[in-house]
C-alpha cells in the first residue's frame, strides 16, 4: 500500500449506531487531518493531530471523536449521528502540522446516516 | 483569519481552449497558497503551491498560477484543455503561524470535446 488509504469507503449507519472510519498513511508523516467534505460547502478542518497530540478541533460535535495510537493511523469514532453529518470524510496527511507542506488525501469514506 | 473565493462554482472549455479559474484570497499576513484537483471517487491532489518564493509558480500537468499581492488573487490557468483535465479544484490558504487551512467552495471544470 502507498499513499493515504481510507477504510470503508461507503458506509451507512442509522442514527443510533457506533461505527468508526479508518485512515492509515505510509508516507512516514507527522501530521493527520479529518476533513468533511459536503456538497455546495468548502472542505471543513475538522481535527489536526501532530506527532500524535491532538493540535486542533475545531468546534466539532463530540458525536465525532478521533482517535491517534501513533504516527500512521488515525480513526474517527461515530455514534448518534445525525442525518447533516452525511458527508465525505477525508483524511490527510503531511510531513508537519498546519503548514506550508503538502497534504496528501485519501479517497474518502462516503457516509450515508438514515 | 483567512478566507479563499473561487468566482465561478462550474466553468466549461473547449478542448484546446485556455484554462483559467479564479481564486482571490483574504489574509492579514503573508499567505501560502494552494490548488488542489478531485476527480471523481479519490482524494484531493495537490497541483501547485505558493510559499513566497517566485510569485509565478508551476504545477503538475501544464498548470500555473500567478501571485498577485495587488490584487489578492492566485488563478490557476493552463494554455490548451485536456478532456482528462475535467475534475473538481479547490483552492486554498494557509498562513506560517495560522492553526487552521481554509479551502474554497471549488469551481468544476468541464472541457467540451
Known amino acids: 500500500e502507498t499513499g493515504v488509504t481510507q477504510t470503508p469507503r461507503h458506509l451507512v449507519m442509522g442514527m443510533t449506531n457506533k461505527k468508526s472510519l479508518k485512515c492509515e498513511q505510509h508516507?512516514?508523516?507527522?501530521?493527520m487531518y479529518w476533513y468533511k467534505q459536503s456538497a455546495k460547502k468548502p472542505l471543513e478542518l475538522m481535527f489536526v493531530?501532530?506527532?500524535?497530540?491532538?493540535?486542533e478541533n475545531n468546534s466539532v460535535p463530540s458525536r465525532f471523536s478521533p482517535e491517534c495510537p501513533n504516527s500512521s493511523h488515525l480513526f474517527l469514532h461515530l455514534h448518534t449521528l445525525q442525518p447533516e453529518d452525511s458527508a465525505l470524510y477525508l483524511c490527510?496527511?503531511?510531513?508537519?502540522?498546519?503548514?506550508?507542506?503538502?497534504?496528501?488525501f485519501g479517497p474518502g469514506t462516503r457516509l450515508t446516516v438514515l | 483569519a483567512q478566507s479563499v473565493t473561487q468566482l465561478g462554482s462550474h466553468v466549461s472549455v473547449s478542448e484546446g481552449a485556455l484554462v483559467l479559474l479564479r481564486c482571490n484570497y483574504s489574509s492579514s499576513v503573508p499567505p501560502y497558497l494552494f490548488w488542489y484537483v478531485q476527480y471523481p471517487n479519490q482524494g484531493l491532489q495537490l497541483l501547485l503551491k505558493y510559499t513566497s518564493a517566485a510569485t509565478l509558480v508551476k504545477g503538475i500537468n501544464g498548470f500555473e498560477a500567478e501571485f498577485k499581492k495587488s490584487e489578492t488573487s492566485f488563478h490557476l490557468t493552463k494554455p490548451s484543455a485536456h478532456m482528462s483535465d475535467a475534475a473538481e479544484y479547490f483552492c486554498a490558504v494557509t498562513v506560517n503561524t495560522g492553526n487552521q487551512f481554509y479551502f474554497g467552495t471549488g469551481t468544476s471544470l468541464t472541457v467540451i470535446p
Open positions: 508516507l512516514g508523516h507527522n501530521a
Open positions: 490527510a496527511s503531511s510531513e508537519r502540522g498546519l503548514t506550508a507542506d503538502t497534504q496528501y
Open positions: 493531530y501532530n506527532f500524535k497530540e491532538q493540535t
